[in-house]
């Protein structure tokens, strides 16, 4: 019967992340805030923002998700969520834009290591934890797909119905997502915080925490991917998906043809995440993980000096290249740690991410101010390119231990 009930968990989770793309508003959202009044700066102040409360809320959220039910946590995020857009609907101000980004970062950051880790948990449950990064990038084709359909549809909706119809439209798919996450069957916990009456005592989140990173320190390699991550992150999400398109006009490509780039891109994205387990059967993380730095680094270094249109096509295959990462890291994270910490060190991993983005952002920012956005884009690969060097330079130090599955699950298992 239970067997049932964790194979149910994974067909709601494909449903949930399939209605929570279901939004219309993302492709117009920054000429939606435009013509609401905002300024180009005042966008970026709100971004900023949006980092910092996610930064605030990543890794307390991951603890609540681990010592209360999961499916709870992520019930809430996707409730904060859902009044991001209906407070968008309503708003004319900086103020008003301000709060539905915070609303945003607070859904983000309770979303976040949750969906994944019931994933996981299930999986386990069922002895399938080798289908993890497969069913991961299954979901991520599925979202990013949509998403791009969405987008298409949202464009044409926008121009014959008005922009404002688009964030009416986002809502829709709310309401199904939270009755469908909370019939969610939460595996069973046995952990030592299960007995204790208050979950949200400050003292025990601290020590909640700091246990987290205890189980982070103890190996090396974790640490390594949790970093790796990140970086490849704040580069990826960060700025390659929000600034690329500037450069769409420098080399010649019209307005009419954006939104029919991002749908490839998204495609793209997609189809990475299905490509990402079947490269790890056929190759070591290590090789994988070297080979995507590589390769990254050359083809923004080449889009930072694109001239003519085709050359767009260094970033997507940089892009293609990067969306391989998200389930690769997040499979060997949640191979290497215990059902206790599970969402939080997820939130870790967010949370070094957000403020990797910020600092990222901030020299892609300045440079391209001072200079021009081909400049931000040739710092993004300069950046890449040192951390490049590092990893190289780590992974002669750790030798034939470096990223091996087996000599860190024995390091855990010592450990408990």
């Known amino acids: ?36 009044g905002i300024t180009v700066l005042q966008m970026q102040y709100i971004l900023i923002i949006f ?27 996707i409730f904060f969520s859902f009044f991001e857009f209906f407070v968008c609907i309503f708003a004319y101000n900086f103020k008003m834009f301000v709060l ?8 983000s950051s309770l979303k976040s290591g949750t969906w994944d880790s019931i994933l996981y948990e299930s999986l386990n449950k069922l002895e399938r934890n080798d289908e993890y990064e497969k069913l991961r990038g299954y979901i991520k084709f599925l979202d990013y797909t949509s998403s791009g359909i969405v987008g298409i549809f949202g464009g044409y909706i926008s121009y014959r119905y008005g922009l404002v119809t688009n964030y009416w439209l986002s809502l829709l798919g709310t309401p199904f997502a939270i009755l469908i996450c909370l019939s969610i069957y939460e595996p069973n916990k046995r ?7 208050n979950v949200f005592k400050e003292a025990q989140i601290f020590t909640w925490i700091k246990e987290a990173i205890c189980v982070i320190k103890k190996s090396k390699n974790l640490f390594r991917v949790i970093f790796y991550s990140g970086i490849i992150g704040a580069i990826l999400y960060g700025q390659l998906h929000e600034m690329g398109s500037l450069i769409y006009k420098e080399i010649g490509i019209p307005l009419y043809m954006f939104g029919y780039i991002g749908f490839v891109i998204t495609l793209l994205g997609g189809l990475s995440g299905v490509l990402s387990a079947k490269l790890k059967i056929k190759f070591s993380y290590k090789a994988i993980f070297r080979s995507i730095l590589i390769l990254s680094t050359i083809s923004i270094f080449m889009f930072s000096n694109a001239k003519y249109s085709w050359e767009i096509l260094y970033l997507m295959i940089a892009i293609f290249l990067m969306e391989l990462v998200s389930p690769l890291t997040s499979g060997y994270i949640h191979n290497h740690i215990k059902d206790d910490y599970r969402a939080t060190i997820s939130s870790i991993e967010a949370f070094i991410m957000n403020g990797l983005t910020i600092l990222v952002g901030l020299a892609f920012g300045y440079f391209s101010n001072k200079s021009s956005v081909f400049e931000g884009f040739l710092i993004l690969a300069i950046i890449l390119c040192l951390y490049t060097v590092i990893f190289f330079i780590q992974d002669i130090r750790v030798g034939n231990k470096g990223l091996k599955t087996k000599n860190l699950v024995t390091k855990i298992i010592k450990t408990k």
């Open 1 to 36: 019967m239970e067997k049932k009930k964790y194979e149910s968990n994974i067909k709601k989770i494909f449903i949930i992340m399939f209605l929570n793309s279901l939004i219309f508003a993302y492709v117009i959202e920054r000429i939606f805030a435009m013509e609401r």
């Open 51 to 77: 980092s910092i409360v996610s930064i605030i809320l990543e890794i307390p959220c991951g603890v609540l998700a681990d010592k209360w039910k999961r499916k709870y946590v992520w019930t809430l995020g």
């Open 100 to 107: 539905a980004f915070i609303l945003a970062a607070i859904g």
């Open 191 to 197: 952990r030592k915080i299960s007995k204790e009456k």
